[in-house]
């Protein structure tokens, strides 16, 4: 994107050097003082020397080699921007250029073709953009926090069972031994019994007495049972998994904050004569009867189609597409090069520098060579497009299930562009966000 020009601002200005009174209509020499604009003596009143050298602050008396003289760079009053080539104040703003504009650059040649607003309007997209940009830095955070309740609640659920479990089978143990104490205590206290009893009686159920005395295996529970061992193991587990969770979503997160989800238009002066944009520049559709649209060389004529704007050279960016498809039309999206061709008859593929994925409603395609049918489920009718500019990559998915419908691998050199084209009365797409 074009750097914005220069423009110097005056924000806390105490008083004039000269005058020392409040600044009115502020402006600065190079040398860094500043005057109210009355106060500074014209250039012909600070003397012109005959070596060339021109004086440029009277107060500092610092002069200046120059072959035309030079003003001193108009600031304007306090908090306003004022325009270093004609010292006018700003007042528009070019998108093509992303240039700060005064009445007299709004009237040059150089934007008379360009998109051209006010600041007040011109900034409402950003801001669009940064309140956009907030609200899913604040709904990622909030669906972090509610997985973390989530997995806290289930796990403090797991670990009050296990607790539970391991009470219970402890339970079982001690009430199984206390029976087994009051069986042997009961046997006992029988035999005391018999031993008081006379020798004759106690002859009589010796067999009995004997077969009653002898020891039993008394089978000791394990200290824990396997199925216990098992829950607590996979519970161990669950938790281990937790800081990888963590630091994929971490991941996730930041990834998905590079990706700039832009406020992204449709730019007029490349929009073929059959298709009408809508007056926000959000929408287009296809239209049989041929617009009486000025001849450009950005103009697509041999199809149907339309560049997003703004272009880009790098970094990642996302976004959306609204899809109706007419009967018997479709829509491409996707992206292109600059240098793409825009007139006469232009293929689709990525040695045309096109890279998208056409739809229609019983088919979709990628704009390879030759093109690749792709086999989908169903027909998406909600398109996004994913560019990392770096990676050479540009996915297409379906916006509504998130599932790819198809990648390209690309090198890509200069500026590259969103890509749209419709056909058929009916069609039309929509940029979303």
Known sequence: MPSTPSLKVVHELPACTLCVGPLEDAVTAPCGHTFCRLCLPTLSQMGAQSSGKIL?????????????????????????????????????????????????????????????????????????????????????????????????????????????????ERDEYITKVSEEVTRLGAQVKELEEKCQQPASELLQDVRVNQSRCEMKTFVSPEAISPDLVKKIRDFHRKILTLPEMMRMFSENLAHHLEIDSGVITLDPQTASRSLVLSEDRKSVRYTRQKKNLPDSPLRFDGLPAVLGFPGFSSGRHRWQVDLQLGDGGGCTVGVAGEGVRRKGEMGLSAEDGVWAVIISHQQCWASTSPGTDLPLSEIPRYVGVALDYEAGQVTLLNAQTQEPIFTFAASFSGKVFPFFAVWKKGSCLTLKG
């Open 56 to 168: 440029l602050c009277p107060l500092c008396q610092e002069e200046e080699q120059a072959e035309t003289p030079m003003a001193p760079v108009p600031l304007g009053p306090l908090g306003e921007t004022y325009c270093e080539e004609h010292g006018e104040k700003i007042y528009f703003f070019c998108e093509n250029d992303a240039e700060f504009l005064c009445v007299f650059c709004r009237e040059g040649p150089t934007h008379q073709a360009h998109t051209v607003g006010f600041l007040d309007e011109a900034i409402q997209p950003y801001r669009t953009q940064i309140e956009n940009k907030k609200h899913q830095v604040e709904a990622a955070f909030e669906r972090l926090q509610q997985e973390l309740e989530q997995q806290r609640c289930l796990l403090l659920a797991r670990l009050q069972e296990l607790e539970q479990q391991i009470w219970k």
